[in-house]
């Protein structure tokens, strides 16, 4: 079973910052099985990037994600106050799915 | 409009058995494209997936839970159920019942959630 962790845990920024969070896998994961949500405090996660780079539909386009093999990456160019949130990454595999334990963002 | 709504019990003892529910809208749990996953959530705590029913009804359950779980759906009423057996108070968490398609291979639609608490 591939485990996924997420680096850092927290992440303090200010509006108008660069984003960059960590998703690394056990072993390597097939792009296309990929993907981050978003959850927002008291709200069901929202898909944000599948396959590792493609945005979801209605996401803004300052949000990207890259990375292959075991190291994918979600940069977020310009955080706005309403990117205050938790960002997991999930990996598909064998027919088993994993979640990481989250990055938390915080906006100052 | 694609929706997904979970329902079950709020309120669960030790040692039973709880059944979830979702139903489904919009879209057709015989489409072959989807599929239906069931994912928890303890308070204050990351995600973890429970159980995925594929298009061809195939199977799939956490290592972790797999003799506790099984899920199923009836197409007919466009409802995925599962099943926990042997409740704890550490199965205390929202539970979501989420869409996959193979369109992006990603939980791309998510149910609000249903809070069940497990206490005597």
């Known amino acids: 079973e591939i485990v996924l962790t997420q680096s850092p845990g927290t992440l303090s920024l200010s509006p108008g910052e660069r984003a960059t969070l960590s998703c690394r896998a056990s072993?390597?994961?097939?792009?296309?099985?990929l993907a981050w949500y978003q959850q927002r405090p008291g709200q069901a996660p929202r898909l944000l990037i599948y396959?590792?780079?493609s945005r979801a539909t209605g996401i803004p386009d300052r949000f990207s994600g890259s990375g292959s093999g075991t190291d994918f990456t979600l940069t977020i160019s310009r955080l706005e106050p309403e990117d205050s949130a938790v960002y997991y990454c999930?990996?598909?595999?064998?027919?088993?799915?994993?979640f990481g334990p989250g990055t938390k963002v915080d906006i100052k | 409009q694609v929706t997904l709504k979970e329902s079950g019990p709020v309120l669960v003892k030790p040692t039973e058995t709880l059944t979830l529910t979702c139903t489904v809208s919009?879209?057709?749990?015989?489409?072959?494209?989807?599929?239906v996953s069931w994912i928890r959530q303890p308070p204050g705590k990351a995600l973890e997936w429970l159980a995925h029913?594929?298009?061809?009804?195939?199977?799939s359950y956490s290592t972790s839970l797999k003799t506790r779980l099984a899920i199923s759906k009836d197409t007919s009423k466009s409802q995925v159920v599962l099943t926990m057996t042997n409740i704890d108070p550490v199965d205390t968490a929202t539970y979501y019942c989420?869409?996959?398609?193979?369109?992006?291979?990603?939980?791309?639609?998510w149910g609000q959630g249903t809070m069940v608490t497990v206490s005597s």
């Open positions: 029913i594929f298009s061809d009804d195939r199977k």
């Open positions: 919009g879209f057709s749990l015989s489409n072959g494209r989807v599929g």
């Open positions: 396959g590792a780079s």
């Open positions: 989420v869409r996959r398609t193979v369109t992006t291979y990603a939980f791309d639609m």
């Open positions: 072993q390597s994961v097939d792009s296309s099985d």
């Open positions: 999930q990996q598909y595999d064998s027919s088993l799915f994993t």
